[in-house]
């Protein structure tokens, strides 16, 4: 399973890069938000301490805003996956990007039929959000195990990437389940070692 670390604080990737663990980074706008830092600079500072993909989100609600805003951001370094919401317009635009050759991430999934569409649209990781699923009482695990049924019915090589994690049993409950990659607030990747 990959690891990559859900924050936009360069001192804890640079931590967490130096343990050889970590296989790539994921933002979004309120961590670059959080990180007090401009986007262009702080995710290039980011692509420069991991060789794995770098996700930078896009803002714009629409396909013309979306394709504009990610030529800028994959401008930034070899490394940045575009990272893309789960939209009719946000799906347009993965298969766009995805054609040209980019690395994407669609984010913002809640249904296994949204993360089909992701596949068909060719995207490198769908993101599942478990936390925020559990929030609403629905378990997020059957999600990524349907998710797990159906990409690999098609083989699909979409790689599910769990996101919104919030604890350590949400790392191991997404292993089990199959998911690819786990996104992780720094915290908890540094609480997957300890046991009382
Ligand atoms: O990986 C997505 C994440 O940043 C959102 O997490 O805990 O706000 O649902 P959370």
Partial sequence: MKFFVDTADVDEIRELADTGLLDGVTTNPSLILKSCRNIMEVTKEICGLTDGPVSAE??????DGMMSEAAVL???????CIKLPLTMDGLKACKALATQGHQTNVTLCFSA???LMAAKAGATYISPFIGRLDDMGIDGMELIEDIRTIYDNYDYDTQILAASIRTVNHVKDSAIAGADVATIPPSTLKALVKHP
């Avoid at 994959?74 to 940045?80: G, L, P, R, T, Y």
């Fill in 113 to 115: 039929t949204q993360a």
């Fill in 74 to 80: 994959a401008e930034i370094a070899d490394n940045v």
């Fill in 58 to 63: 896009v803002t714009a609600m629409n396909y």
